[in-house]
Nanobody
Framework: QVQLVESGGGLVQAGGSLRLSCSAS????????MGWYRQAPGKQRELVAT???????NYADSVKGRFTISRDSAKNAVYLQMNSLEPEDTAVYYC?????????????WGQGTQVTVSS
């Protein structure tokens, strides 16, 4: 069973930085995608950034140039460096992992970590 655990959230002033970490336990498929999603109060969960095991990235337009996703594939860990934070970035951030193996899709979520950006 795969488990994802996030850390690094907190309260920061606008313009500040935070680094989120996600550590994973369990068996991962060699080809996989890890990433971060977020959900603000009253809004749907949305993609922030993803990074495949092959190195391809995808960012939401709202975070391009400010956030950087990285991973340590040996540890099945993924990180999100968030710079120039804005109040609109306030949300619960969730770590996510998924892969497709022998036609079966597997998907896992962390419990979430709160990020609050004050103006």
């Amino acid at each position: 069973q795969v488990q994802l655990v996030e850390s690094g959230g907190g309260l920061v002033q606008a313009g500040g930085s935070l680094r989120l970490s996600c550590s994973a336990s369990g068996t991962f498929n060699r080809s996989n995608t890890m990433g971060w999603y977020r959900q603000a109060p009253g809004k749907q969960r949305e993609l922030v950034a993803t990074l495949t095991s092959g190195g391809s990235t995808n960012y939401a337009d709202s975070v391009k140039g400010r956030f950087t996703i990285s991973r340590d594939s040996a540890k099945n860990a993924v990180y999100l460096q968030m710079n120039s934070l804005e109040p609109e970035d306030t949300a619960v951030y969730y770590c996510h992992a998924r892969w497709l193996r022998l036609g079966r899709r597997s998907e896992y979520w962390g419990q979430g970590t709160q990020v609050t950006v004050s103006s």
